[in-house]
């Protein structure tokens, strides 16, 4: 049955096993001769995709595996995720076959990798995706194509039914322009949002925890660490004795579960609902005028499938956390220093920070340096705002500049690795 599973010795086992309506082989999913090098390839061989009808959420569904049935890189992917969240709990809203709804499974992970680039790692994913697939010919679509509509089941989930040769997910490659388009202009927001033209298009979130039956670093068993806001650490002070380009089981401690919503083939009026929703425009209002919120469809005017982004995510993704792990990082940081929203952004350092006054006030970033540390210059010394980042870390690992002049303004390099957005 080529990618397709046994689903009768699969459902014996897998929780919400009466949604599941199809489980697919995640290497007869992506483009396998891209990924075959890669430090995961051995599991992607073995990883699925479980697709489910509906689910309240596929985050809490492998969060809450007790038994270590999802292994590393399975995917899970509801096609009606009912009772999605983000930060804060913060409900994700989504429409049937439209919206990409999905959480990746990683463990061969230590403590020192978990928390550091994941977040950013799947944001750049997302915007390396949604910017090839925006500018990508038709015959590439077709050829991504070729391949994943082969899978049982898939055209009969796709919203916009049967994927012809000559169509883009159900729109005649006729009506696309001859020259391609301009690339979609991205904003990584920190710290788990994707933006197009300053409209939310992907939210990102994070769990991480223990594998079952292992003991966390504060004793409890499957503790959950919910915060999605990292940020990449000084590269120089890793160990450069441990060779990276392997995953060693032996060593890890940790299972990361990276859930994606991204919107895909929504139109404006969906866009608007989620608006509403969301409260991000008037409850009353029934203007076309979606304030907050976007989709790919309604950006490009292209209607790829779903599954096509899904596939392309995954191998940005992979081939993003390739070079992570082999400490290749400096391209990362160059990515993340072209769409990140950080520089020039500006936040309050307060009591609920950090216990050293010196520290408190408004700064401003100035810059992402080449070890991907933050470059800070305080604005303002005294301000009555309430703190918009709480540190999980001591603040001696913030490092201050000297300034020669006492009358400049103060200035340290950041190089927290944890750090809670509060706004």
Known sequence: MGGQVDLSQVKR??????????????????????????PRAQEIARARIFVYEELPSTQTLISADKVNFFKSCDIVVAIHQSAGYGRKTRRWQSTPGASLTMSLCLTGLTERHVPIFYTQLIGLGLIESLRYLSTCSATEIATALAAIKKLPGLLAINKLGELGEGSLAGVPLATQSSSLPS?????????????????????????????????????????????????????????????????????????????????????????????RLNDLANANEQSNDHKGTT???????????????????????????????????????????KYSDLLGREFVLGERATGNCDLWGRWRVLAITGRGSVLLEQVEAEVNETSHIALSTPEANFKKNSNKDKGAPKRMEWKLADLEWND
């Not at 309604?298 to 992979?318: A, N």
Request: aromatic letters at 8%; one cysteine or more; hydrophobic letters at 40%.
């Open 13 to 38: 086992e897998i929780p919400a096993a009466s949604m599941l309506k199809y489980v697919w082989r995640l290497k007869r999913f992506v483009h396998w001769q891209v990924l075959k090098n890669t």
């Open 295 to 337: 989709s790919f469809s309604y950006e490009t005017g292209r209607y790829v499938s779903v599954w096509c982004h899904l596939r392309v995510l995954l191998e940005k993704f992979f081939l993003l956390e390739t070079l992570h792990l082999r400490r290749e990082w400096g391209l990362i940081v160059d990515q993340w220093r």
């Open 183 to 275: 690339p979609l202009g991205c904003t990584l927001k920190w710290p788990n949002d994707v933006l197009v033209n300053n409209k939310k298009i992907a939210g990102i979130l994070i769990h991480r925890s223990h594998l079952a039956g292992e003991a966390s670093s504060s004793g409890n068993n499957n503790s959950t660490d919910t915060s999605t806001a990292t940020i990449i650490t000084d590269v120089e002070n890793n160990d450069k004795k441990e060779d990276s380009r392997r995953l060693n089981p032996a060593t890890t401690t940790s299972k990361l579960v990276i859930g994606v919503g991204l919107n895909v083939l929504e139109a404006a009026e969906e866009l608007c609902r989620y608006d």
